[in-house]
């Protein structure tokens, strides 16, 4: 459990960072580590430079900025479910962050980390993904904003280029009437998502006027469940819901490991997504 | 004046130095000029070995040396197998570093020695190995039969053992019930939380060894017996040991080789595993596929109960691998009487790590199988489980009892034990509960388990081990040497890893001796310290080695009432001893045993025939096992929609007799359950069809945190063991045996109205819901 050799770099600021990352084409971006280092003792990565951002101030702290929430990339975990900002402005980024993993990941792990990461078995990229929240890739060329929907590529793969650094994510704040719940299915309270959904729903007068869910470990990126986006507009709460969230699954290609094929993954999409709704359209 | 220290919930005497990291955890020792080992490991499950090329490794920076097999082949010996269980036992030849053939993904093949172990791990790339594969061997069933591929040269049967009592033929032939039961006892891997390390040093003539393991005293014998350095050379100290669960009752390939390259190299050399390291080749449990076979008459009684075994063993015999299953061929029949009993065993080889003792180590098995087929027998009987457990088990006043499979159970009462579970449990008015929910055919079901069982512990009387072929004996020794200052050093001959024997062995001396808890220290873990023991292992240590300190404080204190009595100027038989004092009868005359420690000291005035010392040695042999036993009930509640499974409540009544520390008691209760609530619910080793582990790492190999588990209600009756004279039973595996049914025959409960039998562990999400998904189709 011993990394291969590899050079350390420490930049003081974002350009330097960027400067950093161009000029290796083995480089890594080190955020809280909590992702990287377990494949670098697994020998499972190699790169041959790690960049380190923990200091560069441009990409600390969350900032509440009228129509949306930005959350600077190393924003720990624990920073942002605790931010006012994210509890009122985008509560169900803050539900979700408190479920990753434990105290001590929450306390190291990184908000653009996690994110940049791109494993769709990782709570924030469904969350991201939903809310259609835009992330802000720094480089030497300037500033690029992606929407999320563009940014999760394939199975750890994101669409940030060699020499680009996440610096933060726009969450668009939701107007009134808006519920939010995030279920998440794992076997134990340590391990990743078997399944997870995260889910926002507009409700007027009894009704679903919009959801929009995005899936936890439902494929190869995270995924929106569009087929029961689309059948929960303007539905009554009830019996029609039950029948839009077994669409839930349409579309997925869920992978298959020692914790759930993906036959049973499908199933578990259908009745937590279910319950993801119920729960965030305040039905009993 | 002292106060009576056995009983009393003492806070750990060791804790605070663990707590604050003021630890000598192996890895944490170093030496001048150590080197670092690691093991370059094979990544296939069975292949010869063409060739091993160690020279581009032998060239990088900071590489002092690099082996193969073959560089070690003379003199690395094989590893033991001290239990040869059977007359047709095959025991193969077990390299400590493979040099032909490697039979198990993760055994060594070859091994650099480094400055530093960044260079040693850089430098294991650097190794070419050219391997020419041979077929995996991964299936019990299929390694059995007439087809397959070898494990080994001699074939895939390890052994075969039968155990027949009563007429077997006579209770099956007309039998108006037969449960026919298959039960699958998934691999574990044990994770104690300390992964294995060892270091190794000389000074040219002698050796010493670090180790993080259980029996320091075992591995001296059998590190001179597999590399012929003489005992007297080799020094074995297991300094803080953080866990082992069996699973460092063991004699590995590494601390062979530590102590070898040592000699080779003439400089200390160390090795500490990574924890995927330790998945792969820290030795695992269980392994068994149990067919058992129960007849009863319509009311429930046992007639007769037939097991038939497959025991996986690995690749290879390790320390006590075959004696595994063989534990727990006295106990399938636990508490229950009947007229008849066979038990048969077949030890299979496999391309897979060797299994061998882990928490309970045969006892569990054997446990979970009767208590599911007792449960399998209630439903079939439309009886409460609870019913059909007291129509056969043994009554309080039946004890000492011996048993269909030929062990006398000296005490016990499992009318007391059980009464007071169901109390603590609220047992009716969960049952009101589990029947609304099925009326309501609520998605989420209740269902509730019960686990009655039994156990052997304090292994061993020797002669009984004897009797078994085990290759050693199973007393205990303990020495007690009073200081000149009236303190007291206890020297144990077990070898804790987390049991606190320091405190309870501190609780008992107190007593014997009549000296303050804090006046005692408790030495171990060092041959050169603790010059005679056999270790941890089995609840053993209270039983007989607690036991032993009983004894040497006894001699202690007959030694000190010679001296009382010259001092005195008085008969001995006038002494009374009363809180550590020397009372002349009669009169205010005394003196402390502290005090008298110190006239033995200065020796100015010793009674002829009066050493100068208030020293002792004892060993103690049992004449019997223990048993402890107890009822433990869980209630669950099964989400039938997803298949998730949650405990909501847990008790547990165990009677472990005696208790000297009933903090450190609830302790082992508390992480024994744990531990077998794992094996229920989430641990599962699995290898792939070509050998390999998939669970190597914590992300794919579940272990539960306290978020995953209940507040477990815990309470004891106190039937004191006769075996003994501390009347203690042992409690370090009690709750792992208990636990694992309760859950499965409570899953399984809450799952019958839907027409499921069985759901196999681990019982996984996924596999509940393709149990209700099978019998809804």
Redesign the interface.
């Given at each position: 459990?011993?990394p291969?050799?590899f050079d350390y770099e420490r930049p003081s600021s974002l350009a330097e960072a960027c400067e950093a990352l161009a000029a290796d084409d083995e480089a890594k971006v080190l955020a809280g580590g909590q992702s990287l280092l377990p494949l670098l003792?697994?020998r499972l990565a190699y790169p041959t430079t790690l960049v380190d951002v923990g200091r560069l101030e441009e990409l600390q702290g969350v900032h509440d900025r009228g129509d949306h929430v930005f959350i600077g990339a190393m924003a720990t975990h624990d920073e942002v479910m605790r931010s006012p900002a994210v509890t009122s402005g985008c509560p169900l980024v803050a539900m979700a962050t408190s479920q990753v993993a434990?105290p001590a990941i929450r306390h190291r792990g990184t908000f653009g980390g996690s994110l940049a990461h791109a494993d769709p078995a990782g709570d924030l990229p469904a969350v991201v993904l939903a809310l259609d929240g835009v992330l802000v890739a720094r480089s030497a060329e300037g500033e690029r904003e992606i929407p999320a929907a563009e940014f999760f590529v394939d199975y750890l793969e994101s669409s940030l280029a060699q020499g680009e650094i996440l610096a933060g994510v726009k969450i668009p704040k939701l107007g009134e009437g808006w519920g939010f719940h995030y279920e998440k299915?794992h076997?134990?309270?340590?391990?990743?998502a078997?399944v997870g959904v995260a889910a926002a729903v507009h409700r007027s007068n009894g009704t679903i006027t919009e959801a929009r869910i995005g899936l936890t470990n439902m494929g190869p990126t995270p995924v929106r469940a569009r087929a029961t986006e689309e059948s929960l507009r303007d539905v009554e709460l009830g019996e029609q819901v039950r029948r839009a969230c077994e669409q839930a699954a349409d579309g997925t290609s869920p992978p298959s490991d020692?914790?759930?094929?993906p036959d049973?993954r499908r199933?578990?999409a259908r009745?937590?997504t279910h319950r993801a709704v119920r729960t965030a359209s305040g039905s009993p | 004046m002292t106060t009576q220290e056995v009983g009393r919930p003492r806070r750990r005497k060791e804790d605070a130095r663990l707590l604050t990291g003021r630890t000598q955890w192996t890895d944490n020792l170093t030496r001048p000029g150590v080197l670092h080992v690691m093991f370059l490991r094979s990544p296939m499950a069975h292949a010869r070995i063409e060739r091993v090329d160690v020279s581009a490794a032998r060239g990088l920076p900071g590489v002092v040396a690099a082996f193969s097999g073959r560089d070690f082949a003379g003199e690395q010996g094989s590893l033991p197998c001290a239990w040869p269980v059977s007359e047709d036992i095959v025991i193969p030849d077990h390299p400590p570093m493979a040099v032909d053939e490697v039979r198990y993904v993760g055994e060594a093949v070859a091994c650099v020695i480094a400055t530093d172990r960044y260079r040693a791990a850089d430098a294991l790339d650097a190794i070419e190995v050219d391997y020419e594969p041979l077929p995996a061997v991964v299936d019990m069933n299929e390694a059995l039969s007439p087809g397959s591929p070898k494990v080994h040269e001699a074939g895939n049967k390890a052994f075969s053992a039968t155990i027949t009592s009563g007429d077997l033929d006579a209770a099956f032939r007309d039998a108006p019930v037969v449960i026919d039961r298959t039960y699958v006892q998934q691999r574990l891997i044990p994770t104690a939380m300390e992964p294995r390390a060892v270091m190794a040093d000389t000074d040219g003539e002698s050796f010493t060894v670090w180790s993080s393991t259980q029996i320091p005293h075992v591995l001296r014998v059998m590190l001179a017996v597999v590399t012929g350095i003489p005992e007297h050379r080799i020094r074995v100290i297991a300094p803080d040991v953080g866990g082992g669960f069996g699973s460092k009752l063991q004699v590995t390939a590494e601390e062979v080789l530590c102590l070898l390259l040592a000699r080779r190299l003439g400089r200390p050399v160390k090795w500490t595993e990574s924890r995927s390291e330790g998945n792969l080749t820290v030795h695992h449990g269980r392994d068994q596929i149990q067919h058992i076979r129960l007849a009863a008459d319509a009311d429930g009684r046992i007639r007769g109960l037939q097991v038939s075994l497959l025991a996986d063993m690995g690749a290879y015999l390790m320390l006590v691998t075959p004696g595994i299953p063989m534990l727990g061929a006295s106990l399938f029949n636990s508490i229950y009487k009947m007229d008849a009993y066979e038990f048969n065993c077949t030890g299979v080889f496999t391309t897979k790590m060797p299994t061998d003792a882990y928490r309970g180590a045969g006892r569990p098995e054997a446990t979970f199988g009767i208590e599911r087929t007792m449960d399998e027998l209630a439903a079939e009987l439309d009886l409460d489980p609870i019913e059909v457990r007291r129509r056969n088990w043994i009554r309080h006043e039946e004890f000492p009892y011996t048993t269909i499979a030929g062990l006398t159970y000296d005490s016990g009462n499992y009318e007391a034990a059980t009464d007071k579970a169901l109390s603590l449990f609220g047992y009716d008015k969960l049952r009101a509960e589990q029947a609304d929910r099925r009326d309501r055919r609520d998605p989420v079901q209740l269902g509730i388990g019960v686990s009655t069982y039994t156990e052997m512990c304090g292994l061993a009387p020797s002669r009984m081990l004897g009797e078994a072929n085990y290759g050693a004996g199973g007393w205990e020794h303990a020495s007690v040497r009073m200081l000149p200052t009236g303190k007291v050093e206890v020297i144990t001959g077990t070898s804790p890893h987390g049991q606190g024997h320091v405190t309870s062995w501190s609780q008992i001396a107190a007593d014997a001796l009549g000296v303050p808890f804090e006046d005692i220290t408790v030495l171990h873990g060092d041959t050169a310290v603790a010059h005679k023991g056999m270790d941890t292992y089995g609840s053993r240590s209270l039983v007989i080695g607690g036991v032993a300190v009983v004894k040497a404080c006894d001699k202690v204190r007959e030694k000190a009432r010679k001296l009382a009595a010259h001092v005195l100027e008085c008969s001995p038989d006038d002494l009374d001893f009363e809180a550590g004092a020397f009372k002349v009868r009669g009169t205010d005359q005394s003196r402390t045993i502290q005090e008298l420690a110190y006239a033995a000291f200065t020796a100015h005035d010793l009674p002829d025939g009066v050493e100068a010392r208030l020293d002792s040695d004892a060993t103690f042999d049992p004449d019997n096992y223990s048993f402890p036993h107890g009822t433990h009930l869980c209630a669950v509640e099964v989400d039938t929609e997803t298949g998730m499974v949650k405990i909501r409540s847990y008790v547990a009544v165990d009677d472990v007799g005696t208790v000297i520390n009933p903090l450190i008691v609830e302790g082992q209760v508390h992480g024994g359950i744990a531990q077998g609530i794992a094996q229920a619910l989430f641990e599962e080793a699995v290898y792939d069809a070509d050998g390999n582990l998939l669970t190597t790492t914590m992300a794919d190999y579940l272990l539960p945190s306290a978020a995953d588990l209940p507040s477990f209600t815990l309470d004891r009756t106190e039937t004191p063991a006769t075996s003994n004279p501390l009347g203690a039973k042992g409690v370090g595996e009690a709750g792992t045996i208990a636990s694992t049914p309760a859950v499965v025959n409570a899953i399984v409960d809450a799952l019958r109205p839907h027409g499921i039998d069985d759901v196999r562990m681990p019982c996984t999400p996924e596999r509940v819901w393709r149990a209700l998904e099978g019998v809804r189709r």
């Amino acid at each position: 459990m011993i990394p291969a050799q590899f050079d350390y770099e420490r930049p003081s600021s974002l350009a330097e960072a960027c400067e950093a990352l161009a000029a290796d084409d083995e480089a890594k971006v080190l955020a809280g580590g909590q992702s990287l280092l377990p494949l670098l003792r697994l020998r499972l990565a190699y790169p041959t430079t790690l960049v380190d951002v923990g200091r560069l101030e441009e990409l600390q702290g969350v900032h509440d900025r009228g129509d949306h929430v930005f959350i600077g990339a190393m924003a720990t975990h624990d920073e942002v479910m605790r931010s006012p900002a994210v509890t009122s402005g985008c509560p169900l980024v803050a539900m979700a962050t408190s479920q990753v993993a434990d105290p001590a990941i929450r306390h190291r792990g990184t908000f653009g980390g996690s994110l940049a990461h791109a494993d769709p078995a990782g709570d924030l990229p469904a969350v991201v993904l939903a809310l259609d929240g835009v992330l802000v890739a720094r480089s030497a060329e300037g500033e690029r904003e992606i929407p999320a929907a563009e940014f999760f590529v394939d199975y750890l793969e994101s669409s940030l280029a060699q020499g680009e650094i996440l610096a933060g994510v726009k969450i668009p704040k939701l107007g009134e009437g808006w519920g939010f719940h995030y279920e998440k299915f794992h076997r134990t309270a340590q391990s990743w998502a078997t399944v997870g959904v995260a889910a926002a729903v507009h409700r007027s007068n009894g009704t679903i006027t919009e959801a929009r869910i995005g899936l936890t470990n439902m494929g190869p990126t995270p995924v929106r469940a569009r087929a029961t986006e689309e059948s929960l507009r303007d539905v009554e709460l009830g019996e029609q819901v039950r029948r839009a969230c077994e669409q839930a699954a349409d579309g997925t290609s869920p992978p298959s490991d020692l914790h759930a094929q993906p036959d049973y993954r499908r199933h578990l999409a259908r009745v937590l997504t279910h319950r993801a709704v119920r729960t965030a359209s305040g039905s009993p | 004046m002292t106060t009576q220290e056995v009983g009393r919930p003492r806070r750990r005497k060791e804790d605070a130095r663990l707590l604050t990291g003021r630890t000598q955890w192996t890895d944490n020792l170093t030496r001048p000029g150590v080197l670092h080992v690691m093991f370059l490991r094979s990544p296939m499950a069975h292949a010869r070995i063409e060739r091993v090329d160690v020279s581009a490794a032998r060239g990088l920076p900071g590489v002092v040396a690099a082996f193969s097999g073959r560089d070690f082949a003379g003199e690395q010996g094989s590893l033991p197998c001290a239990w040869p269980v059977s007359e047709d036992i095959v025991i193969p030849d077990h390299p400590p570093m493979a040099v032909d053939e490697v039979r198990y993904v993760g055994e060594a093949v070859a091994c650099v020695i480094a400055t530093d172990r960044y260079r040693a791990a850089d430098a294991l790339d650097a190794i070419e190995v050219d391997y020419e594969p041979l077929p995996a061997v991964v299936d019990m069933n299929e390694a059995l039969s007439p087809g397959s591929p070898k494990v080994h040269e001699a074939g895939n049967k390890a052994f075969s053992a039968t155990i027949t009592s009563g007429d077997l033929d006579a209770a099956f032939r007309d039998a108006p019930v037969v449960i026919d039961r298959t039960y699958v006892q998934q691999r574990l891997i044990p994770t104690a939380m300390e992964p294995r390390a060892v270091m190794a040093d000389t000074d040219g003539e002698s050796f010493t060894v670090w180790s993080s393991t259980q029996i320091p005293h075992v591995l001296r014998v059998m590190l001179a017996v597999v590399t012929g350095i003489p005992e007297h050379r080799i020094r074995v100290i297991a300094p803080d040991v953080g866990g082992g669960f069996g699973s460092k009752l063991q004699v590995t390939a590494e601390e062979v080789l530590c102590l070898l390259l040592a000699r080779r190299l003439g400089r200390p050399v160390k090795w500490t595993e990574s924890r995927s390291e330790g998945n792969l080749t820290v030795h695992h449990g269980r392994d068994q596929i149990q067919h058992i076979r129960l007849a009863a008459d319509a009311d429930g009684r046992i007639r007769g109960l037939q097991v038939s075994l497959l025991a996986d063993m690995g690749a290879y015999l390790m320390l006590v691998t075959p004696g595994i299953p063989m534990l727990g061929a006295s106990l399938f029949n636990s508490i229950y009487k009947m007229d008849a009993y066979e038990f048969n065993c077949t030890g299979v080889f496999t391309t897979k790590m060797p299994t061998d003792a882990y928490r309970g180590a045969g006892r569990p098995e054997a446990t979970f199988g009767i208590e599911r087929t007792m449960d399998e027998l209630a439903a079939e009987l439309d009886l409460d489980p609870i019913e059909v457990r007291r129509r056969n088990w043994i009554r309080h006043e039946e004890f000492p009892y011996t048993t269909i499979a030929g062990l006398t159970y000296d005490s016990g009462n499992y009318e007391a034990a059980t009464d007071k579970a169901l109390s603590l449990f609220g047992y009716d008015k969960l049952r009101a509960e589990q029947a609304d929910r099925r009326d309501r055919r609520d998605p989420v079901q209740l269902g509730i388990g019960v686990s009655t069982y039994t156990e052997m512990c304090g292994l061993a009387p020797s002669r009984m081990l004897g009797e078994a072929n085990y290759g050693a004996g199973g007393w205990e020794h303990a020495s007690v040497r009073m200081l000149p200052t009236g303190k007291v050093e206890v020297i144990t001959g077990t070898s804790p890893h987390g049991q606190g024997h320091v405190t309870s062995w501190s609780q008992i001396a107190a007593d014997a001796l009549g000296v303050p808890f804090e006046d005692i220290t408790v030495l171990h873990g060092d041959t050169a310290v603790a010059h005679k023991g056999m270790d941890t292992y089995g609840s053993r240590s209270l039983v007989i080695g607690g036991v032993a300190v009983v004894k040497a404080c006894d001699k202690v204190r007959e030694k000190a009432r010679k001296l009382a009595a010259h001092v005195l100027e008085c008969s001995p038989d006038d002494l009374d001893f009363e809180a550590g004092a020397f009372k002349v009868r009669g009169t205010d005359q005394s003196r402390t045993i502290q005090e008298l420690a110190y006239a033995a000291f200065t020796a100015h005035d010793l009674p002829d025939g009066v050493e100068a010392r208030l020293d002792s040695d004892a060993t103690f042999d049992p004449d019997n096992y223990s048993f402890p036993h107890g009822t433990h009930l869980c209630a669950v509640e099964v989400d039938t929609e997803t298949g998730m499974v949650k405990i909501r409540s847990y008790v547990a009544v165990d009677d472990v007799g005696t208790v000297i520390n009933p903090l450190i008691v609830e302790g082992q209760v508390h992480g024994g359950i744990a531990q077998g609530i794992a094996q229920a619910l989430f641990e599962e080793a699995v290898y792939d069809a070509d050998g390999n582990l998939l669970t190597t790492t914590m992300a794919d190999y579940l272990l539960p945190s306290a978020a995953d588990l209940p507040s477990f209600t815990l309470d004891r009756t106190e039937t004191p063991a006769t075996s003994n004279p501390l009347g203690a039973k042992g409690v370090g595996e009690a709750g792992t045996i208990a636990s694992t049914p309760a859950v499965v025959n409570a899953i399984v409960d809450a799952l019958r109205p839907h027409g499921i039998d069985d759901v196999r562990m681990p019982c996984t999400p996924e596999r509940v819901w393709r149990a209700l998904e099978g019998v809804r189709r």
